[in-house]
Every structure is written in C-alpha cells, then in structure tokens.
C-alpha cells in the first residue's frame, strides 16, 4: 500500500482543490512508517507547517492515532 504525505498552505490543504496548488506539496512513500517518520521529520522543522498523511484510497490518516504515530502524547 502506498501513503502519500501532503504539506503547505493550511487553507490550500483544506480544499477540495489541494492537488492543483503550487503551495502544497506531495510526496509517495511505500510504507505507513516511511509516510509518519517523513511528517514527523516536516512538523520538527517548521511548526506551522501543516501536514496529512492519506493512504492509498485517499483516507487522511488524523486525530489521536496520527498523534500516537507521530510520538506526540497529550497532556
């Protein structure tokens, strides 16, 4: 299966156009960790960045078990 990571523009990332914009980017990876270590890698170098990470059917992965994934733990 293959994710997919997108990241950019938060309001470009919203819509329902995000692959169309020049201010979001895309990249594949072939597996959930590959995928979740290059969003963690993203969110550590720039916070505002905004990142989803969708899979193969297009599902974005988000909420609590994107946060487990990611390593971040709420207070």
Do not use: P
Not at 16 to 29: A, C, G
Not at 33 to 44: I, N, P, S
């Amino acid at each position: 299966m293959t994710y997919r990571v997108l990241y950019g523009n938060a309001v470009v990332l919203a819509s329902q156009d995000r692959q169309l914009d020049k201010e979001v980017r895309s990249e594949r990876f072939s597996t959930e960790h590959e995928a979740m270590h290059r969003a963690r890698e993203l969110l550590d170098e720039d916070v505002s960045t905004v990142v989803a990470v969708s899979d193969a059917a297009g599902n974005v992965v988000s909420g609590v078990r994107l946060q487990l994934r990611l390593g971040y733990l709420g207070d």
